[in-house]
Antibody
Framework: QVQLVQSGAEVKKPGASVEVSCKAS????????MHWVRQAPGQGLEWMGW????????YYAQSFQGRVTMTRDTSISTAYMELSRLTSDDTAVYFC?????????????WGQGTLVTVSS | DIVMTQSPDSLAVSLGERATINCKSS????????????LAWYQQKPGQPPKLLIY???TRESGVPDRFSGSGSGTDFTLTISSLQAEDVAVYFC?????????FGQGTKVEIK
C-alpha cells in the first residue's frame, strides 16, 4: 500500500537547522508531487511548499522562502525538508503529504509526522 | 492567495445528532472548465496525521462512513456529520487545491455534548 514514513523527533537549538526525511513506498516516487505541512502545538495546518520528485523543482510558501529547502533522493524514494535559522516559533509537527493524483489534487496519504522542538 | 475560513471554531453535539461545519474561501475554487470545486475535507484525531474524508467538495473517500457528506460550490462549503458517533470527535479542516499556495481553514473542533 502507499505509505510515507518520516524520520524521528528532533531537538534543536535556536539558530540551528533541521532536516526531516520522508520515505515513500508502494508507488512510483517520481510520479507524484510531495508537499510539506507543519502544525504548531494546538494549532492548525500550515502549508510550507511542494517538490516535484521527478525534476527536483520546488515551490515554497512565501513565509518560508530563504529558510526552507526541499530535496529528494530518487534512488531511495525519499524526500527531505530542511529548515534553517530555527526559532522557538518553528516548534511543530512536520508532515509530508503526497498529492493524491498526478494532477492538482488533495493530499493523500500523509506521513505520520515528525516533532521538531526548538529550545535552548 | 486564497484564505480559507471555517466556522464555528468548535461545536458540541449530542450523540446521534447532526454536526455542521462551514468553510468559506476568499475566492472561488470552482474551475469552470470542468465544473469541479477544488476543495477537500480532512479529519484529525490527537496524535495522528490528517485523514482525507472528502474531495471535489462532495466525493467521499473510499471507506469513509456515509454519515459524512460535503456540499457547496464556489466559495461556500459545508461538511455534515448526519449522526454524530463517539469516534467522530476530532478536528476537521477544509483545504483548497485550486492554486498554489495551498491553504487550510483554521480547523473546527467537534466534541460530544
Amino acid at each position: 500500500q502507499v505509505q510515507l514514513v518520516q524520520s524521528g523527533a528532533e531537538v534543536k537549538k535556536p539558530g540551528a537547522s533541521v532536516e526531516v526525511s520522508c520515505k515513500a513506498s508502494g508507488y512510483t516516487f517520481t510520479d507524484y508531487y510531495m508537499h510539506w505541512v507543519r502544525q504548531a502545538p494546538g494549532q492548525g495546518l500550515e502549508w510550507m511548499g511542494w517538490m516535484n520528485p521527478s525534476s527536483g523543482g520546488t515551490y515554497y510558501a512565501q513565509s518560508f522562502q530563504g529558510r526552507v529547502t526541499m530535496t529528494r533522493d530518487t534512488s531511495i524514494s525519499t524526500a527531505y525538508m530542511e529548515l534553517s535559522r530555527l526559532t522557538s516559533d518553528d516548534t511543530a509537527v512536520y508532515f509530508c503529504a503526497r498529492e493524491a493524483t498526478v494532477t492538482t489534487s488533495w493530499f493523500d496519504p500523509w506521513g505520520q509526522g515528525t516533532l521538531v522542538t526548538v529550545s535552548s | 492567495d486564497i484564505v480559507m475560513t471555517q466556522s464555528p471554531d468548535s461545536l458540541a453535539v449530542s450523540l446521534g445528532e447532526r454536526a455542521t461545519i462551514n468553510c468559506k474561501s476568499s475566492q472561488s475554487v470552482l474551475y469552470t472548465s470542468n465544473m469541479k470545486n477544488y476543495l477537500a475535507w480532512y479529519q484529525q484525531k490527537p496524535g495522528q496525521p490528517p485523514k482525507l474524508l472528502i474531495y471535489w467538495a462532495s466525493t467521499r473517500e473510499s471507506g469513509v462512513p456515509d454519515r459524512f457528506s460535503g456540499s457547496g460550490s464556489g466559495t461556500d462549503f459545508t461538511l455534515t456529520i448526519s449522526s454524530l458517533q463517539a469516534e467522530d470527535v476530532a478536528v476537521y479542516f477544509c483545504q483548497h487545491y485550486y492554486t498554489t499556495p495551498r491553504s487550510f481553514g483554521q480547523g473546527t473542533k467537534v466534541e460530544i455534548k
